[in-house]
C-alpha cells in the first residue's frame, strides 16, 4: 500500500495527517500489512521538508520527495509547480499494489479508506470519495459562499465537458490499482488542478471501472485554493478537451480531412493562383456581392457599427443587412482576416475550408452514428460535401457551400432520442448550433428541417413504437433548443423582419428543376455538357439537383437490397420526397397553356417557404444520397462477403460517382477598378454625405462598383446596388433598389445598345434621381455599352463628360443637388 500526501506549505498540517495516516495505516494489517507514505514537497518555502523529514525519523516507512536539504540545484521540486506535479511524482515512485492519492489537510478522514477498499475488492480499478454522495459532508462544509458557488459550478462543467457520470471529481481521497495509476499517470501532462479529471477521462477512456464512494469530508482552513486558480481549471479543461480531441483523431481521419481539403484547394486552384486579379465567372457579380458583404462587416465591427444595417448601398435607404445573407458567423469572426489580407482572402478561404469543412462534418457524423468502415465514411462524407449542386453553389453561394454545422445538429438531435439522454443539455447545445447556423444560412436551415422533417414522418411510419418513446424527450429537447435560439435571436430576427429595408417574402418567379434536372449531370461534372445542363437550370449557381442517372440508380439497387433496415426505407423516402417537392408548385400540360399542381404547391404559400426557391430543396436530398452511399459501402466491407459480389459493387459505385466528380470551377482576370477610384480622384468630387454614381446604376446585373468600393476602402457611398430589399408598400422583397425611371431608362440603353432619346421631361426626371441619391459625380467605366450611354448621359445632364482617370466624369454641381436650376 502506497499513500501519496502533495505537501505546498503545510508544515502546520502535516504532523497531525502523517501521524492519523501511519496510526491507521499500523492497525490495519489485513489491507496494510507492507506499506508506505509518500509525501512529496511542491517547492515549499517553509519548513514542511523538515515537518516529513523528523516524522520520517522516528517511521522509516515515511518518504519525503524533494529537493536536496540545503542546496540550491535544479531539482524537479525546486519550485511550485502545482498539484498535478507533485501527485504525479508521486505516484510515479509509488511501489504500493494499491495507491492512495489524499490531501495534506485531511478533510476526508484516512479512515474512509475502508470503503474505498472494498470497491477495488470488488473489481474496481478506481474508487473515490465523492462529498456529493455522503449526508455528513454537507453539513461539514463552512466554506465562503462563493468558493461553494464556484466549485459547485466547477464540478457542473467538469461533469458536462469532461467526465459524464461522476458527481465529485476533485476530492482530494482516491484510491487507485496500483499499476493502472502508475500507467496513466506516466501518460498525465497537466500540472494543477486539472489532473483529477485528466486521470478520470484516461480510466474512463481505457474502460477501467470506477466507483464513487460516499466519504465524510469537511472544510479546512488554509485551503491553498485561490480565486484564480477556478480560471486556471477551466483552462487546463479546455486544454484537456481538445488533447482528447487530437487523441481521438486517428491518422487515417487526418488523411481523409486532407484530402477533402486538396479536393476543395483543386476545386478553387483558379481563384487562389492570384486572389485579389481572379473571378469565378460562372458566379456572374456574385463575388463582388460577397467581397463587399465580407468587407463592411469587417468595417462595422472594428468601427463598432451597427452589424445590421448600412447606408454604403441603396442610398438614401441602406441596405438590411440581417435580411440578406451576409454570414455574420464567419464574416465576424474573419474580420481580422479581411481587414489584414483584404475580403478576397475572406472569400477564397470560406469557399475552400467550408467545403472541406462539411464534408469532414458528414465524415464524422456517419463514422460516429451510421458505419463502422472509414472508407463507407469518407465516400459518404464527400458525395455530402462535392455533389453537384454544391460544387454549383460554390461558384456564388458560400451560404449553401458552408454547411459544417447540419451533422452537428444531426447529431444533436439523435442525442435527443437515445435512451437516459440529457434533454435539456442536450436541448441548449442544439439551440447553440441552431442559433449559429442562421448566422450562416437561414435557408440552407430551413431546408434541412424539411428534410428532417420528413425522416421523422417517414421514421415514425416504419417504426411506430420507437417513434413513440423519442416523442416526448425529442419534443422536450426541442422545446429547449427553441427557447435559447429565440431568447438569442430575439432582437437580430426583428431587425430583419421589422426593422429598416426589411421585406415580406421574395419574388423569384418560377424556379423548379424540370424531371431531367435530377438524371442529368451538372456542367461542371465529369461527365456533364454544359450547355445541355444551362438548359435546364436558371444559371450555372442553380443546378441544384443533377445527380445524373447511374448513381440515382445505384441508390435504388442499394434501398431494395437494404430494404429491411427501417433507416434505408425512411431514408429513400426522404430522398423521393425532397426531389418530388423540387418540381415545383406546377406541372404543364403538354399541348395547352394550362397546367397542373405540382408537389410543391401546398408549401408555396406558407410562411418561410414561400421565399424558397424551390428546385433547391432537391439538395436536401444531397446527404440523404452520401448516406446510403456510405451503408452500402460499409456492407461491402464488413469482410463476409465473396471477392465477386465486392467487386461487382465497387465496379457500381464507380460507375455512379465517376461521371460527377468535379472539375475545377472556371475562373477569369477580373474587371480592373478604374484608376480614377484606385488612385483615390474621386476624393474631389464627391465630398462627404455625397455619393458616386457609378452608370449603369448598380444593380443585381451590374455589381462591379461594389468591388470599387470595396477598392476606396468604403470611402464613398453609392445609389443602387445588390441585395434583397423591399419594394412598394407591400414590403414585397426584390434583388436590388426599387426601380428609378433614370436607372431604368439606362439599363434600357445597356440592353439595345442604343442611345435613348432625351427631353425635357427626362432631364428633369435624371435631376430628381440625383437629387435622390445625393450624387456628388457621375462615372462611366469602359464596357460594352459605352458609346451609347455616354450619349444618353449627355443628353440627359446637357453636357459632355470628361476623361478623368480612366473613366468618364460628370461632376454635380450644387444646385443640380439641392434642386436649383
Known amino acids: 500500500m502506497t499513500v501519496v500526501v502533495p505537501a505546498y506549505n503545510e508544515e502546520r498540517r502535516l504532523p497531525r495527517t502523517l501521524d492519523a495516516i501511519c496510526r491507521y495505516l499500523r492497525s490495519s494489517p489485513r489491507h496494510h500489512a507492507g506499506w508506505e507514505v509518500i509525501v512529496v514537497d511542491d517547492g515549499s518555502t517553509d519548513a514542511t521538508a523538515d515537518t516529513v523529514r523528523a516524522a520520517a525519523a522516528t517511521e522509516p516507512r515515511i518518504r519525503l520527495l524533494g529537493p536536496p536539504p540545503d542546496t540550491a540545484a535544479a531539482a524537479p521540486l525546486t519550485h511550485n509547480h502545482g498539484k498535478g506535479h507533485a501527485v504525479r511524482l508521486g505516484v510515479l515512485a509509488s511501489r504500493g499494489r494499491r495507491v492512495l492519492v489524499t490531501d495534506a489537510d485531511l478533510a476526508t ?177 456574385d463575388q463582388n456581392q460577397w467581397e463587399w458583404f465580407f468587407a463592411v462587416t469587417a468595417d462595422n465591427v472594428f468601427a463598432f457599427r451597427d452589424p445590421f444595417f448600412t447606408t454604403l448601398q441603396n442610398v438614401p435607404s441602406g441596405v438590411n443587412l440581417m435580411a440578406n445573407t451576409t454570414m455574420l458567423g464567419l464574416a465576424v469572426p474573419l474580420a481580422p482576416v479581411t481587414a489584414v489580407f483584404g475580403p478576397a482572402m475572406t472569400w477564397a478561404l470560406v469557399l475552400t475550408a467550408g467545403l472541406a469543412a462539411t464534408a469532414v462534418a458528414w465524415y464524422w457524423l456517419l463514422l460516429r452514428r451510421l458505419v463502422t468502415s472509414r472508407p463507407a465514411a469518407a465516400l459518404g462524407g464527400a458525395l455530402c460535401a462535392f455533389a453537384p449542386a454544391m460544387v454549383s453553389h460554390a461558384n456564388a453561394h458560400p451560404n449553401f457551400v458552408v454547411l459544417f454545422m447540419m451533422p452537428l ?105 424540370p424531371p431531367g434536372a435530377l438524371v442529368e449531370f451538372a456542367g461542371r461534372s465529369l461527365g456533364g455538357d454544359p450547355a445541355t445542363a444551362d438548359g435546364l437550370a436558371r444559371n450555372r449557381t442553380e443546378q441544384n439537383a443533377f445527380f445524373g442517372w447511374p448513381l440515382l440508380a445505384l441508390t435504388v439497387a442499394v ?71 456510405a451503408v452500402a459501402v460499409d456492407r461491402l466491407e464488413d469482410g463476409s462477403r465473396s471477392p465477386l459480389p465486392r467487386i461487382a459493387g465497387w465496379a457500381a459505385i464507380a460507375a455512379a460517382l465517376l461521371p460527377i466528380v468535379p472539375t ?39 455589381a462591379e462598383p461594389l468591388h470599387w468600393q470595396v ?88 453636357r459632355p463628360g470628361r476623361w478623368v482617370g480612366g473613366v468618364w466624369l460628370w461632376p454635380v454641381r450644387g444646385e443640380e443637388v439641392s434642386g436649383g436650376r
Request: charged share 20%; with cysteine; proline share 8%.
Open 109 to 285: 478522514p484516512i479512515e474512509e479508506l475502508a470503503g474505498l477498499h472494498e470497491r477495488l475488492d470488488a473489481g474496481y480499478a478506481a474508487a473515490i470519495g465523492s462529498r456529493a454522495h455522503h449526508p455528513e459532508s454537507a453539513g461539514a462544509v463552512r466554506r465562503h459562499p462563493l468558493r461553494h458557488l464556484l466549485g459547485e459550478a466547477g464540478n457542473r462543467i467538469i461533469r458536462a465537458v469532461a467526465v459524464p457520470g461522476i458527481r465529485d471529481t476533485q476530492c482530494g481521497f482516491k484510491l487507485f490499482e496500483g499499476d493502472r495509476a502508475r500507467t496513466v499517470f506516466g501518460r498525465s501532462r497537466l500540472d494543477g488542478w486539472c489532473i483529477d479529471v485528466e486521470i478520470l477521462r484516461m480510466f474512463h477512456g481505457a474502460r477501467w471501472p470506477v466507483a464513487e464512494v460516499p466519504v465524510r469530508w469537511a472544510h479546512q482552513p488554509g485551503s491553498k485554493v485561490r480565486a484564480t486558480d477556478y480560471v486556471r481549471v477551466l483552462l487546463e479543461l479546455v486544454r484537456l478537451r481538445a488533447a482528447g480531441a487530437r487523441a481521438r483523431i486517428k491518422a487515417a481521419d487526418r488523411a481523409v480531412a486532407l484530402g477533402y481539403l486538396l479536393v476543395s484547394v483543386v476545386l478553387f486552384h483558379g481563384l487562389w493562383s492570384d486572389l485579389h486579379h481572379r473571378y469565378l465567372v460562372d458566379g456572374g457579380q
Open 409 to 513: 445538429i444531426v447529431d444533436r438531435l439523435l442525442r435527443l432520442c437515445a435512451p437516459g439522454g440529457r434533454t435539456v443539455r442536450d436541448g441548449v447545445i442544439l439551440g447553440l448550433f441552431l442559433t449559429y447556423q442562421v448566422f450562416l444560412g437561414e435557408e440552407a436551415l430551413l431546408l434541412a428541417a424539411l428534410g428532417l422533417l420528413f425522416f421523422a414522418l417517414g421514421y415514425a411510419v416504419v417504426r411506430p413504437a420507437v417513434a413513440r418513446a423519442v416523442r416526448g424527450p425529442l419534443l422536450r429537447g426541442l422545446a429547449v433548443a427553441g427557447g435559447v435560439a429565440v431568447a438569442l435571436l430575439a432582437y437580430p430576427l426583428y431587425r430583419q423582419f421589422f426593422g429598416a429595408q426589411a421585406y415580406a417574402s421574395v419574388l423569384h418567379g418560377p424556379a423548379a428543376n
Open 559 to 629: 434501398v431494395v437490397w437494404r430494404w429491411r433496415e427501417p433507416r434505408v426505407r425512411a431514408l429513400a423516402w426522404t430522398a423521393f420526397a425532397m426531389m418530388a417537392l423540387s418540381l415545383g408548385r406546377s406541372f404543364p400540360l403538354p399541348g395547352t397553356d394550362r397546367t397542373l399542381p405540382g408537389p410543391w404547391w401546398p408549401f408555396a404559400r406558407l410562411p418561410l417557404l414561400e421565399s424558397v426557391i424551390e428546385s433547391r430543396v432537391a439538395m436536401a436530398a444531397v446527404p440523404v444520397l452520401g448516406i446510403l452511399l
Open 664 to 702: 475545377p470551377l472556371a475562373t477569369a482576370d477580373r474587371v480592373p477598378v478604374p484608376p480614377f477610384v484606385a488612385d483615390g480622384g474621386w476624393r474631389r468630387y464627391v465630398p462627404e454625405g455625397r455619393t458616386l454614381v457609378p452608370v449603369p446604376v448598380p444593380d443585381p446585373a451590374y
Open 711 to 798: 477598392a476606396a476602402d468604403l470611402g464613398f457611398p453609392l445609389p443602387g446596388g445588390y441585395f434583397n430589399g423591399p419594394l412598394g408598400p407591400a414590403r414585397t422583397g426584390i434583388y436590388g433598389p426599387e426601380p428609378r425611371d433614370t436607372a431604368t431608362l439606362l439599363g434600357e440603353v445597356v440592353r439595345t445598345g442604343r442611345p435613348l432619346g432625351a427631353g425635357p421631361a427626362e432631364r428633369r426626371t435624371a435631376a430628381a434621381d440625383l437629387r435622390h441619391w445625393r450624387a456628388g459625380a457621375v462615372v462611366l467605366a469602359p464596357q460594352p455599352a459605352e458609346g451609347p450611354l455616354r450619349v444618353s448621359l449627355e443628353r440627359l445632364l446637357g
